[in-house]
């Protein structure tokens, strides 16, 4: 009987012992589980709800409520002027839509700089800055880069003209003046290119004029990441690139002849010319 009552103590202890080691298993894997999940809760990205288009929207289209849709992005990197609610991207109702001033893709955050305030006008005006002109380009003037050109790109003018009787010149006009409409190319890259139209200042406006009057204007994109406005002393001509050196003709020293003074004498019917000492 007493061997009976061992077995079955051992074997109850063997029971609680094994008990006691499933139970700190069972509590190993919670505890990891709950230290991965918190690890992966500190790593994931944290999103916040913004407005962006439906489909592709270029210049001059207006954005109207069944344009637009909620689409979550980073908060981390969420960019400067997105619109979070209804109330800010249509704030005179949804009646009334806004400008696109600069394409849109599908899915791209809608900023304040890609649009005009709500009910701006629709036409070029909407695009212009205050104060600012529009300046159209000749097609055949941008047809080099008609494929390579976006509205918001920046370029550089250059004038090829004559000033009076002179020889021909090339100069750097105008640096860094923005493209505000355009015809795009589609979606696989093709056409576009034409109807380019800068935004310049009035001055810049009433140059440009006479520039193009009294020369040809040609013009140079900039560099997406250059910020450094173009150097307007930049100009040549035809001897600079030829790296011709004009010859300098040295003018003869002027010779002054020492001043001769004469008196006239009569002898009888003759006039003589008599020198004398000049006085001063």
């Known amino acids: ?5 061992g077995l079955v103590l051992l074997i ?119 104060g600012m002109r529009a300046f159209p380009l000749p ?17 550089d003018l250059y004038w090829v003209g004559r000033v009076g009787n002179g020889q021909n010149i090339s100069r750097l006009v105008k640096s860094r003046l923005e493209i505000i409409s355009m015809d795009e190319p589609d979606a696989r890259g093709n056409g576009g290119g034409t109807n380019v139209v800068l935004q310049v200042s009035q001055s810049d406006f009433a140059d ?17 990441n250059d910020e450094e406005l173009g150097d307007l002393t930049i100009e040549t001509n035809i001897r600079d690139v030829l790296g011709i050196v004009e010859e300098v003709v040295e003018a003869a020293p002027e010779v002054v002849e020492e001043e001769r003074c004469f008196v006239t004498q009569r002898n009888g019917t003759e006039r003589i010319q008599v020198e004398i000492e000049c006085s001063n």
């Open 1 to 5: 009987m007493r061997a009976v009552f």
């Open 208 to 224: 440009l004029q006479v520039l193009r009057s009294a020369g040809a204007l040609s013009l140079t994109p900039v560099g997406r």
């Open 12 to 130: 109850g202890m063997g029971l609680a012992g094994f008990a006691v080691y499933m139970v700190n298993q069972y509590m190993d894997t919670q505890s990891s589980e709950l230290q991965r999940e918190r690890e992966r809760a500190a790593t994931a990205i944290r999103t916040v709800d913004i407005y962006a288009p439906t489909r592709t929207l270029t210049y001059g289209d207006l954005l109207r409520a069944e344009d637009v849709k909620i689409i979550k992005y980073a908060r981390d990197f969420l960019p400067e002027g997105v619109f979070a609610t209804e109330e800010e991207l249509f704030p005179d109702g949804l009646n009334v839509p806004r400008v696109v001033r600069i394409p849109m893709q599908e899915n791209e955050p809608i900023l304040t700089a890609k649009v005009t305030e709500a009910g701006a006008p629709q036409g070029i005006t909407a695009l212009l800055d205050p």
């Open 139 to 155: 097609n055949g003037m941008v047809q080099a880069f008609a494929g390579e050109l976006r509205t918001s790109d920046l370029i």
